[in-house]
């Protein structure tokens, strides 16, 4: 079983920045993917930005230049550096782990981390 825990979510001033972290642990296979969602309120969980193994990332157009994702793959920790922050990146940010078509759960969620950002 995998489980995935987010932490370094905060309140912060518009301009401020924040580091996300994401542990995975458990029964980890040799390759996956992480990624980052967010989800304000009221509105639908939209892809943030995505890692594979060989460290290729992915962003949304919205967070590009200001978010950086990087992974630590001895602490199989995944980083999310939010810089530039805006209100409108205020929402709960999710890490998700894509564990292939073969895992038994391919994917699987953390509980999420609040990110408030103030004007």
């Known amino acids: 079983q995998v489980q995935l825990v987010e932490s370094g979510g905060g309140l912060v001033q518009a301009g401020g920045s924040l580091r996300l972290a994401c542990e995975i642990s458990g029964s980890i296979p040799s390759e996956y993917g992480l990624a980052w969602y967010r989800q304000a309120p009221g509105k639908h969980r939209d892809f943030v930005a995505s890692?594979?193994?060989?460290?290729?990332?992915r962003y949304a157009d919205s967070v590009k230049g200001r978010f950086i994702i990087s992974r630590d793959a001895a602490k199989n920790t995944v980083y999310l550096q939010m810089n530039s922050l805006k209100s409108e990146d205020t929402a709960v940010y999710y890490c998700t782990a894509d564990l292939g078509e073969l895992a038994p759960v391919r994917y699987v969620w953390g509980e999420g981390t609040q990110v408030t950002v103030s004007s």
């Open positions: 890692i594979t193994t060989d460290d290729e990332s």
